[in-house]
């Protein structure tokens, strides 16, 4: 399993933990909720419930009264999609893992879009993790850019100075951010009890930091490499 096809998994397995969702209104979320999956089709949704239902971690249900009826409009009637017990299982797993790959550009912007559902100790290993991995590519950015400065044309330079400057603005984010963990702060600046349980009330989005916004770094998957 390529490491996008593991992330959409996880996604959809996130935002149908919140409420069963017919394909259009999974596809509409991810669009909207989660910018890693701005530009993706049914055709790489359908395969991935597939797979989802053929695991038993979702299952397929008819969709409402009027929607059954659909066949006597000469319409298909829409598939609900459902998270099963093991479905919830399998997805507070994923919730759980804090390896590299957490830290990784799309895979680190789903997992943050989720952090309302996750624990404040994976929260913490995932945010400094992350940190970590930005201020070594930061380190070589500017090893290279001093290496390589005599040679480069004004424009050139400039987009890795933007490029670096990305880098630096999405550390200062993360650095608050750990910041607001380790003092026990909601991201609306209130005191949180810091539980996974209580954090659900939230949703998967609600209440997140909007990492593109004037007064925040670029989106976590916008970053230079």
């Given at each position: 399993m390529s490491r996008r096809s593991g992330i959409l998994e996880f996604a959809v397995l996130g935002?149908?933990?919140?409420?069963?969702?017919h394909g259009y209104e999974?596809?509409?979320?991810?669009?909207?909720?989660?910018?890693?999956?701005?530009?993706?089709?049914y055709g790489t949704l359908y395969?991935?419930?597939?797979?989802?239902?053929?695991?038993?971690?979702?299952?397929?249900?008819?969709g409402t009264t009027a929607e059954a009826a659909a066949p006597l409009?000469?319409?298909?009637?829409?598939?609900?999609?459902?998270?099963?017990?093991?479905?919830?299982?399998h997805f507070e797993q994923l919730l759980s893992q804090t390896g590299p790959d957490a830290y990784e550009d799309e895979t680190?912007?789903?997992?943050?879009?989720f952090f309302?559902?996750?624990?404040?100790?994976?929260?913490?290993?995932?945010?400094?993790?992350?940190?970590?991995?930005?201020?070594?590519?930061l380190e070589k950015m500017r090893a290279s850019l001093a290496r390589t400065r005599e040679r480069l044309d004004d424009y050139t330079l400039e987009l890795q100075r933007h490029g670096m400057?990305?880098?630096?603005?999405?550390?200062?984010?993360?650095?608050?951010?750990?910041?607001?963990e380790r003092a026990g702060r909601d991201l609306r600046g209130s005191a949180s009890e810091g539980t996974a349980q209580q954090d659900t009330t939230h949703g998967a989005t609600g209440g997140l930091p909007r990492p593109?916004?004037?007064?925040?770094?670029?989106?976590?998957?916008d970053t230079a490499t």
């Open positions: 935002l149908l933990r919140e409420s069963p969702m999974l596809r509409k979320r991810l669009n909207t909720s989660l910018g890693v999956f701005r530009a993706f089709s395969p991935c419930l597939k797979t989802l239902v053929a695991n038993g971690w979702l299952i397929e249900e008819p409009t000469g319409r298909r009637a829409k598939i609900v999609y459902r998270l099963t017990a093991e479905g919830k299982e680190f912007a789903a997992r943050f879009a309302g559902q996750t624990s404040r100790d994976v929260r913490m290993r995932v945010l400094e993790g992350r940190r970590s991995r930005l201020e070594e590519r400057e990305s880098v630096e603005r999405e550390v200062r984010w993360l650095n608050e951010l750990i910041e607001s593109g916004d004037d007064s925040r770094p670029d989106t976590p998957g």
